[in-house]
């Protein structure tokens, strides 16, 4: 569903054209096909081109396509990527055992800076349009919003530098031929400095959602707001420095009042956004590459159905489909944990949309899975609109980045840590737990310690596979306390007697499939019966449940769960690519490698 980057062709070859210019100061000739800047931002049309081009980085195999959002983000205490023991290849980087040279580091690196690239020489060119001062209103509003969504794509940008590698090379300058390209690191409270100031200052550049006629993919002023606000709590938080140690600043409240203004002005214009009636709405939308833009404030455009420009979204994720003719085929290999499963309600509509129970094989049927298979549930193929048969692994699914659930939960974070649960964090909290509980969410806490406790919990139900959790639990410093929480969750449910909260987890579930679809006969709550259900004319399926915990190879699935990580010990960012660090001597490789 790639609404706005098809032009993106034409930007891309600029683009290349300008890196050719400005890098390669051995070329004696200028060919006719490339351009100068002078060519390039001389109109509006072809400066929007060349902006279109900057957005292209993030999506594909080498950015939200696959590898940052399913590759990066997980192991944690929600989810497991691609079940197995550590490799050099994609489940290094889940297990925590990533090495320098592995190619699923380097390519996005280089990806994300290629973003960065094309972002700085607009963030340079496009204010010196004649345009940007002197055009008509209709023109001068135009390039100042180019101009604001190239201040969020870099600040995007470089986020996920950040947040996998720490401290990283910052060039705010597009590259000049003949500079000195030996760049150290810059301290990532620099770094996020400056997006914090790009950002407001991109917030004035930017018009709201409603005021630019057809919705697209296209940044507005409420992507910006929520970006800053996440900015603002990451640099606000704990970050691995270079001993090793999770730190955070004296004055991180200052971001945390950042945060907090941000979202208060995003939840007070809810003519622009706010959350709809329900969370699989969001969903549904997304799966069936419908333009979903009131709750979802910035999102990845994917299209075309390749490596370069779409996603693998429900492809590589999702539930599990076996040679469907109907339905087609999936990997399925994100695996939702069964303390994850555990973690809702039994009434909490959220925990069948986050989590599948079932595959589909190659008669179309469902068929339930055991515990250790269930897989994330956001993204499915089995959802698409239309239905796309066959292996094609491409399907246009756009990766939401920030929806409005966060934006509520963020102000509930900062005005807890501000003020603690006023009635106003509270509501803001209770506003996304009653959208998945209806009105009997419990009592939410009243004292500081507790209602964070609660906002920790929520976001783990709210944000399942969306590629939040990991950078949310190393901001509170807890992604050691998680991991180490879900192995010991996950030997007690190994226990054949089951012990404690899970002493009713039944040992097998019962199940037949209506119209194509599993329909569970016994609560996952409570013991397995003494006799099997019987339904006439049904037929009756006993599957493996906590069963499915026991033995040898259940507990190497349990050992592998992030099985490399060990806190402080540099784990909590990936490495510096090798290729990197050959190529830049004045650049540092991360602590721990």
């Not at 609660?454 to 410093?477: C, H, P, Q, S, T």
């Not at 397995?528 to 339904?535: C, E, L, R």
């Amino acid at each position: 569903m790639k609404h706005i980057l098809r032009p993106a062709i034409l930007a891309a070859t600029l683009m290349g054209s300008l890196g050719v210019v400005s890098c390669q100061d051995y070329l004696d000739v200028t060919p006719a096909a490339l351009y100068s800047p002078e060519d390039i931002f001389s109109s509006v049309s072809s400066a929007t081109s060349t902006v279109l081009g900057v957005y292209d980085p993030l999506s594909g195999d080498q950015g939200y396509g696959i590898r940052l959002n399913m590759y990066y983000p997980f192991d944690t205490d929600e989810m497991l990527s691609s079940p197995g023991a550590s490799d050099a290849g994609r489940r290094g980087i889940s297990r925590y055992g990533a090495i320098p040279t592995n190619s699923e580091i380097s390519r996005p690196w280089d990806n994300l800076y290629q973003g960065i690239e094309r972002a700085n020489i607009c963030i340079k060119y496009i204010p010196q349009m004649a345009q940007y001062t002197s055009g008509s209103a209709t023109d001068m509003a135009a390039v100042k919003r180019l101009h604001g969504e190239v201040l969020v794509l870099r600040a995007q940008y470089y986020l996920e530098l950040i947040r996998n590698w720490g401290d990283v090379p910052a060039p705010f300058e597009p590259s000049v031929a003949g500079q000195n390209f030996n760049i150290p690191k810059t301290n990532r409270d620099e770094i996020y400095e400056q997006l914090l100031a790009d950002l407001l200052q991109a917030e004035d550049l930017l018009p709201w959602r409603t005021e630019i006629g057809a919705k697209d993919e296209r940044i507005t002023k409420g992507a910006a707001k929520a970006l800053r606000a996440r900015i603002a709590l990451y640099r606000g938080g704990y970050s691995e420095r270079q001993n090793g140690q999770m730190e955070r600043g004296s004055n991180y409240q200052q971001y945390y009042q950042i945060a907090h203004d941000e979202c208060a002005q995003l939840m007070a214009r809810r003519d622009q956004h706010t959350l709809l009636p329900k969370a699989e709405d969001v969903w549904r939308a997304i799966n069936a590459r419908t333009l979903e833009t009131t709750e979802i404030l910035f999102q990845v455009g994917s299209g075309g159905g390749n490596s370069t420009s779409d996603s693998k979204l429900g492809t590589y994720n999702g539930p599990r489909l076996n040679n469907s003719p109907k339905f087609g085929t999936t990997s399925g290999a994100v695996t939702a944990l069964p303390n994850y499963f555990y973690a809702f309600d039994s009434t909490d509509t959220r925990r069948d949309l986050n989590v599948t129970k079932y595959t589909i094989e190659s008669n179309d049927q469902q068929k339930a899975t055991e515990i250790l298979r269930l897989t994330d549930g956001k993204f499915r193929r089995d959802w698409r609109v239309p239905l796309l048969p066959g292996n094609a692994q491409n399907l246009g699914y756009n990766w939401p980045l920030i929806r409005f659930a966060d934006v509520l939960l963020m102000f509930a974070e900062a005005e807890n840590e501000l003020n603690g649960p006023t009635a106003a964090a509270k509501a803001a909290f209770e506003e996304v737990r009653k959208r998945g509980l209806g009105t009997n969410i419990g009592t939410t806490p009243s004292d500081k310690e507790g209602f964070f406790n609660a906002i920790v919990k929520e976001r783990y139900l709210e944000f399942g596979g969306e590629g939040i959790r990991k950078y949310d639990l190393l901001r509170w410093n807890l992604l050691a306390t998680k991991i180490a929480e879900t192995k010991a969750t996950l030997r007690a449910m190994q226990a054949e007697t089951g012990t404690g909260a899970y002493a009713n987890v039944p040992q097998y579930m019962y199940y037949r499939v209506i119209n194509g679809e599993v329909q569970f006969l016994n609560s996952f709550y409570r013991p397995t019966p003494d006799k099997p259900p019987v339904v006439a004319g049904t037929t009756i399926t006993r599957l493996n449940w906590r069963q499915g915990l026991v033995g040898s190879s259940a507990t190497t699935f349990i050992n592998n769960v992030a099985a490399e990580y060990q806190p402080n010990k540099g784990k909590e960012l990936v490495p510096i690519p090798q290729t990197a660090i050959d190529t830049n001597p004045a650049l540092v490789q991360n602590f721990g490698y």
